[in-house]
């Protein structure tokens, strides 16, 4: 009865979640209707847009919260031997939870953020825009392997017009078409690599793929595959150079959702193969993946800290935290092959809450800048500054992203970091004799990635909000609109909410767990602390202890005021009494980086220019660029070059060649039946 | 049975003549003797038809030898003549890449179209077997001659033999296609020829020669 | 009676075209009969829908599942590309580049052109076959000359050598086949070439004969299809034709090409029992896949850009014939369909582009989106669809037949992959540009004629998600008529 | 509960006494006269007496940064099990979440620092988040290193089960003691890496954000900064001495008067230990000091190593 109950009701979970992701289209090509009526496209559509992303988290929040059995439909659309399959299970649901609850956010402040649209008509915008999210919500509902590529490729598709909607800039066209590039061969991998899955079964359903048990060749091949092709999509190095190009290229709300929502869905697949299409995992799998996401998560952090264009900072910082998860996942896959299923599921608890978490302070920075640009017409670190007394709304709320995406406590961010490096304190019991020495110096590559991620965030933040005007036109900067600023807001809560109350993140991750392991760590015994193994290994209360801080804040505030006073006077700055403050004399963009370049030096091909003492007009002009580029890439792209060129003497334009060329074939083939 | 033995024997002679002319062709030089020797060709081509057609004793094959008649030793050559010297090349010769190695190849060109008319001889029923083995030679002569040609009007030639070669396999082998077959391959031969003569005129004004050095523009560079 | 007309219909219309050439309604005209014949197909298709499969005329015709649908789109584009050609020869002929004589040598070497498309696919005689093949490949070397410029001279005189040597080979397989089927049908009347009833006595063939016959065939019509190292007349022909042109070679051409080696594959394969033809496919296939994906990636003209992408297409539905087996074969009639309707579409969009900037140099087009927002888009839209982009049918196309090559031959897959990530890159960074960016020149003065292109585009978009049912049963159908 | 208020009340209430004896020695030790040991307490008086003055642009967040900062601190006081394991709060957040804490200060500062836009701030500001970046990786090793020997990162656990057995100690620990205390100075803005006593514009660190700080302000801040070096103090004794801390069960009037015996004189000789130590060592180059925490990261893995070779 109640089984009955909750199933029929899930079923409708799954219904009206497609229908959902069908009335983002519909809402999109609503816009194409009257594509040039701004008004109509950023009040009407976008907010509506924004109430199904609270739909479809709603939805996914019941499902996780009630009935877990997964249900599956089967819809009227894909190839006759192959109709699109949907599911809805608890990893599905908690990626539309994630799904949904940034993107909400992002919609709200994309309604106030298109009115000044430029480039691509705002109706056109609002088609790609919707068709990108629910492309999205049906990567993660698809259920067979053909409906996930077309979901796949048109969420690639759509988010690369977003991201060249203004694409009379050039380098935003090649931004454009290096993205879709990677992003076209890393599907095929994955193509690829579903059809190793299917084992010559000839069945493309996932449930046929669970049931398949590959020879252990095959099960690497399509696990190496599926990280290649995911990995491309999310940026892991040496794949990720599309990224710091893409995703500032986009518009803020766009970067936001490609940052936030669209790495995720690389996550999300990443783990639907290698947890649950996959029948067996094996431990270098997880070593492999472990070493890739702590490279990707300390390369993503030291460049983010040299960058000079705030976007392409986060973008960095992008990577860093797909290391992160990265890292959990691999870890995750280590416990798993090493049998031990606790651990297993602790580390891929923290992957999945990291990516929540990331999706959810990420949106929020990206559309922090968004704000920022409109703002100022500003996107280079050394022209802006002293923000946070011309748009405070901003500056607060953006204030609250750069704490948790640092991974401080009590915000979000610390919380799926401290289980991370909690599961990294059980490694010493994988039982490998050299593993289990190497990997604890994992930990601390995280610890020192956290650390610098701090340190990236006081820059990001204090060159933008802090300081003096480094430009004096940004006297008159404006703040944030109404809509903008409730979705900053409702980002912002969500960083502190998950922060305060991580438990129940851990709810929904246990819910994942409990379906791709079969198990889960302990579920905060009591409700309100976090202690995945026990208590006593380790406890962490986040509401205690921003409750702890307010009160010492406000009890010292207080007993401050009583005992001593409250006055105060307005001078000029001190700063060891130099007479002449300008805004050039404090620290720019460049200068916050150079003790990561002066430490790290050789991760960077730097070339700069420093000035001679003699110098009349002193200029310092530096210029950092990956080494990865030189290493991987232009040696590929020459070859193809060069074999292009040599295909090229084919075609030699002599038509007695051409003869020879068929007659040589006849010949050739006559033999080879003879 | 003794006529059909006396018949073969005289096919097999055409078949060696026919394939004498191919070699001929492919190392003369000057068009107007090529297009003697395709006339040649035709004519041999004419009388081994007939042939067939006597011995067989079918009907269609009579047309067709008529058709050869008119179209190969008459047609083709007559309107080739006026044209090379309506276009004036007559007497203009090519520069072969030396001719015995070129005779080489088509030695051994012969000798694998034998290799490779082996089954199809032994299972032929007709009296003329052993033939499809020179017809396939003559063919890969044919082509051997347009790969070394540099002018357009001597390819085209080549092309025209390397139809004849097809034409005599087809009679010879297998008493000849079904008619309707026959007049449509004869009917697109006759078309392709006008047009080619109508090409010829076009590329002579556009290139003011015809010879195919000047038509190596459209490549990759 | 239906197949009469479908034939009669065209060569009517050529006679008309040819008699009436300079009128002012030709196109209009030739609008009119494409529009009659692909009414007159439409009816045709009812027919097989209603009664099945069907023999005709002392089975000298036939319609079964494989090339019914064939028909269909051969009609369809057709229609289309008559749509498309009106506003187009209008500017061509403003523009000095032809004058009325041609424009009627055009008209009707198109439709003469159809009629022999529709001859090849509807024959059941393999000698017509031949013969069609043949009378459609000088019917395009006229049309590839139209302009009688240098290049198209050149372009038109190497088709005609090539494509003419290669059916002289096609030839000589077809009389090894007679050969081989008189022995078992007997000589009298026709029916020693009659596809359908060489099919049925398939097994008895010789078959070292039919395996020698193959060999010429394949070099003989792969010409046609385009096949490396056969391809060479194809950039040349597509590059320097008129562009309606350049769109019905790849868009039928080389489709029925294609069918005519697929018909001997099915004989051949019969007969030696052995997957040898099916290897010879699939060595072509693979080869020309990936050299055509290389030679991709140098091209300056825009038209010879999409003609080297049709060898890359074909390369891999011929792959895709050649790995055989009921969905092998389903996958290479989608792509043919999807193919021909995409890159006919594209060949609109690029005409027009071309036209609007006055060259067919890449490196001069620029900005379409700013110019005229259909063009861009189309052209866009259409290279995302070919170079396999989904939620396009070519996706549909190549998911199958990259899963399928990954189950039976693994070690294909790289090359595949390589090709098409080649391929991709090369086209995608030279179409980006010209739809993007700024551009200054002036809109053109004829509003082109983009119907077609949106219609294809549609049908394309709705063959990746959704396949009809009775297409499907024709796909399947045809893909165990195929076997392999 | 009484535990835990007093604990933190005693922790507020001797951390300057703390910072003091070290000057005190540090002066002994260099042979100047000391100042009086309540120098800080009169200092802070002062301080609390002046009017703040504050610079004309300085943003809400610099304002508030000094309550934000000396709170965290005295929650980690509470935190800490300096006297007593069985306290409420303690399990609020385990060492790693103590780390975090401190890091959440120190962003705090930072900001504050480089909010006013002087030359000197910001410079202060990066130099202290790198000292950071560098630190936390060897304490994180160290606590790893604790982690193995206790099976817990929550300092209460960790010291109920090191004094469960007396006396004992892994020789992994005295390398992660080495350890600890290289990052202890460095954190804290002692010599070898910052002078606390320094105003000499170039070499400064801490006192480089705390400049544009005054009256109230600065007096916060520094006690702020006396309470963390009391923290990693009590950190340090609860992983490498935990002898004397009242522990769960046993912890009655007369143990806690024991604990907080035992807590002054560890402090007393710690402070004389870590001024000695800055009086021999000589202050390093800002860019010697990745070094030295390479250092200090190389012996906290050592210890690691030693551990899993020898022990479990």
Known sequence: ?674 | MHPSYMVTEVLNLLAASLLLISFAMLSRRRTQRLITLFAWQGLVLFASTLLVAYSSGLRELYYSAALTLLLKVIALPWILQRLIHRLGVQWDSETLVNIPTTMLVGLGLVIFAFGLAQPISRMATTITRNTIGIALAVIFLAFLMMITRRKAVTQVIGFLAMENGLFFAATSATYGMPMVIELGIALDLLIGFFILGIFFFQIREQFDSLDLSNMEALKED | MVILIVLGLPLLGALLLALFGPHRYAAELNIGISFASLIAVVFLVLRVLRHGPMLVLHDQFFVDSFNVFLVALTAFVGFTTALFSRPYMRIEEQRGHLNAARLRLYHSMYQVFMAAMFLALLTNNMGLLWVAMEAATLSTVLLVSLYRTRASLEAAWKYFILCGVGIAQALFGTILLYLAAEHVLGHEGMTALLWTHLNAVKGQLEPRVLGLAFVFLLVGYGTKVGLVPLHNWLPDAHAEGPTPVSAVLSGLLLNVALYAVIRCKILVEGSIGSYLPGRMLMGFGLLSAVLGAFFLWRQRDIKRLFGYSSIEHMGIITFAFGLGGPIANFAALLHMTVHSLTKSSIFFTAGHASQTADTQQMDGIRGLVSISPTVGWGLMLGSLAILGMPPFGVFASEFLILTTAMREHPWTTPFLLIALGVAFAAIFRKVQPMVFGESDAPPLPHSPALVPVFIHLAIVLMLGVYIPFVLAEWYRAAALLIGG | ?312
């Not at chain 4, 500062?109 to 970046?133: E, H, K, N, P, V």
Request: aromatic share 12%; hydrophobic share 55%.
């Open chain 1, 1 to 674: 009865m109640m089984t009955g109950m909750t199933s029929a009701v899930a079923i409708h979970d799954l219904h009206f979640l497609l229908w959902l992701a069908a009335a983002w289209i519909a809402l999109g090509f609503m816009g194409m209707l009257r594509p040039h009526t701004t008004r109509f496209i950023a009040h009407l559509l976008f907010p509506l847009g924004a109430i199904l992303c609270l739909g479809v988290a709603l939805l996914a929040g019941i499902f996780l919260a009630t009935g877990h059995a997964p249900q599956m439909v089967i819809l009227p659309l894909g190839l006759p031997n192959l109709p699109f399959h949907a599911r809805l299970d608890t990893l599905t649901g908690f990626f539309l939870l994630l799904l949904g609850l940034a993107g909400a956010g992002i919609s709200i402040f994309a309604a106030g953020y298109f009115r000044h649209g430029q480039g691509t008509p705002p109706g056109l915008l609002c088609l790609q825009y919707h068709v990108f999210l629910a492309s999205m919500a049906l990567v993660i509902l698809a259920d067979d392997a053909y409906f996930f590529m077309v979901a796949w490729e048109t969420m690639a598709l759509s988010s690369y017009f977003l991201v060249t909607s203004q694409h009379r800039i050039a380098e935003i066209r090649r931004a454009g078409f290096l993205y879709l590039l990677m992003a076209h061969v890393g599907a095929l991998c994955i193509l690829l690599s579903f059809g190793v899955l299917q084992g010559g079964r000839w069945q493309f359903t996932f449930d046929a793929m669970r049931g398949a048990s590959l020879p252990p060749f095959w099960a690497s091949a399509a696990f190496l595959l599926a990280l290649l092709g995911f990995g491309a999509k999310a940026g892991l190095v040496p794949l990720h150079v599309w990224l710091p190009e893409a995703h500032p290229a986009a518009p803020s709300p766009v970067s936001a959702m490609m940052s936030g929502l669209m790495l995720s869905t690389a996550v999300y697949g990443m783990l639907r193969i290698s947890f649950d299409l996959l029948h067996i995992r094996y431990w270098w799998w997880g070593v492999l993946v472990l070493g890739v996401g702590l490279f990707s998560a300390l390369f993503g952090a030291i460049f983010a800290t040299v960058q000079t264009d705030m976007k392409r900072l986060l973008a960095y910082s992008s990577i860093e935290n797909i290391g992160v998860i990265f890292t959990g996942i691999g870890l995750a896959i280590l416990f798993d092959a090493s049998h031990l299923p606790l651990f297993a599921a602790l580390a891929l608890s923290a992957a999945l809450i990291h990516s929540l978490n990331h999706s959810i302070f990420k949106s929020l920075l990206f559309l922090a800048t968004g704000s920022v640009l409109h703002a100022t017409n500003q996107r280079s670190l050394g022209k802006l500054g002293g923000l946070i007394r011309s748009m405070p709304w901003v500056a607060t709320l953006a204030l609250v992203g750069t704490l948790a995406i640092a991974g401080l406590p009590p915000l979000n961010g610390f919380v799926s970091e401290w289980l991370l490096l909690q599961s990294f304190l059980y490694t010493p019991q994988i039982p490998h004799a050299f593993l289990n020495m190497l990997i604890p110096l994992g930990a601390a590559v995280l610890a020192l990635t956290a650390a610098l991620a701090a340190y990236v965030m006081v820059k990001f933040y204090g060159v933008i909000f802090l300081g003096q005007h480094r430009e004096p036109s940004l006297v008159n900067a404006h703040d944030a609109d109404w809509l903008e600023r409730i979705g900053l807001a409702w980002l912002a809560l969500g960083c502190i909410a998950i922060g305060v109350m991580p438990q129940l993140a851990l709810r929904a991750a246990g819910t994942v767990t409990g379906a791709l392991l079969g198990q889960t760590v302990n579920l905060g015994s009591p409700f309100w602390w976090l202690a995945p193994i026990a208590p006593k290994q380790a406890s962490y209360n986040g509401l205690l202890l921003l409750a702890g801080i307010v009160a010492v804040v406000s009890i010292t505030f207080v007993v401050v005021r009583v005992l001593a006073h409250g006055r105060m006077r307005r001078t000029v700055p001190w700063d060891c009494g130099y007479p002449w403050q300008t805004s050039r004399m404090q620290d720019t963009a460049e200068g916050f980086g150079q003790p990561i370049r002066h430490i790290f030096g050789s991760f960077f091909g730097m070339e700069r220019e420093l000035p001679s003492p003699t110098d009349v007009a002193p200029r310092y002009r530096i210029h950092i660029e990956d080494r990865i580029w030189g290493v991987l890439y232009l040696p590929i792209a020459r070859g193809v070059q060069r074999l292009a060129d040599w295909v090229g003497l084919l075609q030699s334009g002599r038509l007695p060649i051409y003869l020879l060329y068929s007659f040589l074939t006849l010949i050739a083939l006559l033999v080879f039946v003879l």
């Open chain 4, 1 to 312: 509960m009484v535990r835990q208020f007093g604990e933190v009340a005693l922790a507020i209430a001797i951390a300057p006494l703390f910072a003091g004896w070290i000057a005190q020695c540090r002066a002994w030790l260099q042979s100047r006269t000391a100042p009086p040991l309540i120098q800080p307490y009169r200092m802070l008086r002062k301080l609390f007496n002046k009017d703040a003055a504050l610079a004309i642009d300085a943003s809400p967040l610099f304002r508030t940064t000094p309550y934000i900062v000396f709170g965290t601190m005295v929650l980690a006081a509470a935190i800490i099990p300096s006297i007593a394991t069985d306290l409420p709060f303690a399990r609020v957040a385990d060492a790693i979440a103590l780390i975090g804490l401190f890091a959440t200060a120190r962003v705090f500062l930072s900001l504050a620092a480089m909010d006013i836009g002087t030359a000197f701030g910001t410079m202060g500001a990066r130099r202290d988040m790198m000292i950071g970046f560098l630190a936390e990786p060897a304490l994180l090793m160290v606590l790893f290193n604790a982690f193995l020997l206790s099976g817990s990162t929550a300092l209460p656990s960790v010291v109920d089960a090191s004094t469960a057995h007396p006396f004992f100690v892994d020789p992994s620990l005295i390398f992660a003691a080495v350890a600890f205390v290289m990052v202890l100075l460095a954190e804290n803005a002692r010599i070898p890496i910052d002078n606390p006593a320094t105003h000499l514009e170039l070499t400064m660190i801490h006192e480089a954000m705390a400049l544009e700080y005054s009256a109230r302000h600065l007096a916060l801040v520094e006690w702020a900064s006396d309470l963390k070096l009391f923290n990693y103090a009590c950190i340090g004794f609860a992983l490498f001495l935990p002898w004397g801390i009242a522990t769960h069960g046993r912890d009655g009037a007369p143990e806690l008067g024991l604990a907080v015996a035992a807590l002054l004189v560890k402090l007393i000789v710690a402070g004389a230990a870590l001024a000695l130590i800055e009086s021999l060592s000589a202050k390093l180059r800002i860019f010697r000091a990745p070094e030295y925490l390479a250092m200090a990261f190389l012996l906290a893995v050592l210890g690691l190593l030693v551990h899993l070779l020898l022990g479990a």
